[in-house]
Nanobody, 122 residues
Framework: QVQLVESGGGLVQSGGSLRLSCAAS???????MGWFRQAPGKEREFVAG????????YYANSVKGRVTISRDNAKNTVYLQMNSLKSEDTAVYYC????????????????WGQGTQVTVSS
């Protein structure tokens, strides 16, 4: 089992920045990690993903150029740096672990955190 705990969400003005963290514990093997988000009334959507080594990263088109995913395996932590935030970025953000190579599809991820709320005011 892998436990994931997100932190770093909050209220920020449009154009501002936030850094989300996801701390992993338990059976932390070589998992690829991803960040997803879900806004009220919408389906959960992919935001960013990173391989176990950190060599490979990929992003949703809606956040590309504004968001950076990274990881520190020594700390079992994955980060999501979000800049130039927009009101449409408002959502609950979830991190997830994939024992395979990583994916843009939520169904491929086995473990999920409880989420952290990000609210961007315009």
């Amino acid at each position: 089992q892998v436990q994931l705990v997100e932190s770093g969400g909050g209220l920020v003005q449009s154009g501002g920045s936030l850094r989300l963290s996801c701390a992993a514990s338990g059976r932390t093997l070589r998992y690829a990690m991803g960040w997803f988000r879900q806004a009220p009334g919408k389906e959960r959507e992919f935001v960013a993903g990173i391989s176990w080594s950190g060599d490979s990263t990929y992003y949703a088109n809606s956040v590309k150029g504004r968001v950076t995913i990274s990881r520190d395996n020594a700390k079992n932590t994955v980060y999501l740096q979000m800049n130039s935030l927009k009101s449409e970025d408002t959502a609950v953000y979830y991190c997830a672990a994939d024992p395979q190579g990583g994916s843009r599809y939520a169904k491929e991820y086995d473990y999920w955190g409880q989420g952290t709320q990000v609210t961007v005011s315009s």
